[in-house]
């Protein structure tokens, strides 16, 4: 008998030849080399610290830059806990078509200022006088107006002697004859006034800057009695000055526009309240905010911010440890949730540059969002600060502040009082660091 004899293929050979490599490269090492660059745990280490100081300080503005906004405000309104307040506008009115030509002997039948609302308003809104009286001087749209402004008026009262006072109805048709209007505030003005644009030389219209030279603008201001501020929009073109007018053969009207190529400035004036009294002197500029702090808008207060002690997180060797999340919490004093003056949907984190101007925190770009609305349910604003926390640990910034302000700082007249660092319920920074 013939014995068959089973021949291996070489490359099953090879096959077992290389597990075997495998398993053996795969063998735990019989040695201690390597071990020490090895952290104990494969899980990262984290250490949470909410004990770094935080220091409050409410700061008087001294003023804003408030021109060419969407909004305008009018009126007077008092904020317990913060401060009585006037809003006013001075603006440009700009020619709705030019080289007009009024007619034969033309009449001015009327003038009224028609202001658009956008629905918001300040306080209890009760019946107020208001004046607009014309520029003395022109404006510039090149030109930057703070909300501080002083302005000349040729001293011509355009709202006639013994008109008002007038009831702010932002969210109310406004009916006319069988007309009905968006809701707007309706000012009559002088008679005298519109016929003396009329009479005007027809050069006058040619263009807007023939125009200025004759009307620069008109300053709209609280004139007393009443309660409440409006916002206006002063953006749209919807806000006009309309002349009604006939001649010998018809009868017309002419707008002039406030629009979005108007100059113009929103104006605030306060007499500050209660805690915030010492405002009043000049020569207050800062308030403790240990316990509590304030911010106002319409050019009113800050909440200073300041983290003293952040350096101290580095080292002896100068090595800083990782952070890996950055959260500045402050609660809101909860009887400001519910009075006119509520708090404002968000506030701003502004960064103090080395020249002493204000602009945003690196944080605000990063891919975490930085935040800063208002949550109802902490009853509080919470801030990302990762990177910002981070530049000031390393000793960039000595010297330099933060500032919390209001979202809507021009534009509107909300106020809020924050928790400062030594009160009850404090606030205060949260910092991840990873080891």
Not at 38 to 67: A, G, K
Not at 368 to 374: F, R, V
Not at 386 to 403: A, C, K, P
Request: charged share 15%.
């Amino acid at each position: 008998m013939t014995r068959n004899h089973t021949r291996i293929h070489p490359t099953v050979w090879l096959f077992f030849g290389c597990l075997l490599t495998v398993l053996w490269g795969c063998t735990k090492p019989q040695t201690d080399i390597g071990l020490g660059l090895r952290p104990p745990t494969d899980s990262l280490q984290v250490r949470v610290i909410d004990t770094t100081t935080v220091v409050f300080q409410t700061v008087r503005e001294d003023s804003l830059e408030t021109d060419e906004l969407s909004t305008g405000l009018l009126g007077q309104v008092h904020l317990p806990g913060f401060s009585q307040v006037t809003a006013g506008l001075v603006t440009q009115l700009r020619l709705s078509a030019t080289d007009i030509n009024f007619g034969v002997n033309p009449v001015a039948d009327s003038m009224f200022l028609q202001l658009r609302y956008t629905g918001d308003a300040y306080g209890q809104l009760l019946p107020q006088y208001l004046s607009v009286q014309p520029l003395g001087d022109s404006l510039s749209l090149d030109s930057a107006y703070h909300s501080n402004l002083t302005w000349e008026t040729t001293g011509e009262e355009w709202v006639p002697e013994g008109s008002g006072p007038w009831s702010f109805e932002p969210t109310s048709n406004l009916y006319v004859g069988d007309d009905t209007l968006a809701p707007q505030l309706r000012l009559p003005l002088s008679l005298d006034a519109a016929q003396s644009i009329l009479d005007l030389d027809s050069a006058s219209f040619d263009n807007n800057a023939a125009w200025f030279d004759v009307v620069p603008g008109i300053a709209i201001q609280h004139a007393g009695g009443g309660h409440g501020i409006a916002a206006l929009d002063i953006n749209s073109g919807l806000s006009v000055m309309r002349l009604h007018y006939h001649n010998e053969s018809d009868t017309a009207f002419y707008d002039f526009l406030i629009s979005p190529l108007s100059a113009r400035v929103n104006t605030f004036k306060h007499h500050f309240t209660q805690d915030l009294a010492d405002f009043n002197n000049p020569e207050v500029t800062e308030l403790d905010g240990a316990t509590t702090a304030r911010v106002l808008a319409a050019s009113g207060c800050k909440t200073r911010v300041s983290f003293p002690h952040l350096t101290s997180l580095v080292d002896s060797a100068g090595q800083s440890p990782t952070i890996l999340k950055a959260e500045l919490t402050v609660p809101v004093e909860s009887e400001w949730g519910v009075k006119p003056g509520n708090p404002q949907d968000q506030l701003f984190v502004f960064l103090e540059r080395e020249d002493g101007t204000f602009g945003s925190t690196p944080d605000q770009n990063a891919p975490i969002p930085i935040g800063g609305e208002y949550d109802a349910a902490l009853n509080a604003y919470v801030f990302n600060m990762t990177s910002t926390v981070h530049r000031f640990m390393q000793g960039e910034w000595v010297g330099r502040n933060l500032y919390l302000v209001s979202s809507k700082a021009g534009i509107s007249v909300a106020g809020v009082v924050l928790h400062g660092p030594d009160h009850d319920t404090p606030s205060k920074l949260t910092i991840t660091l990873g080891t």
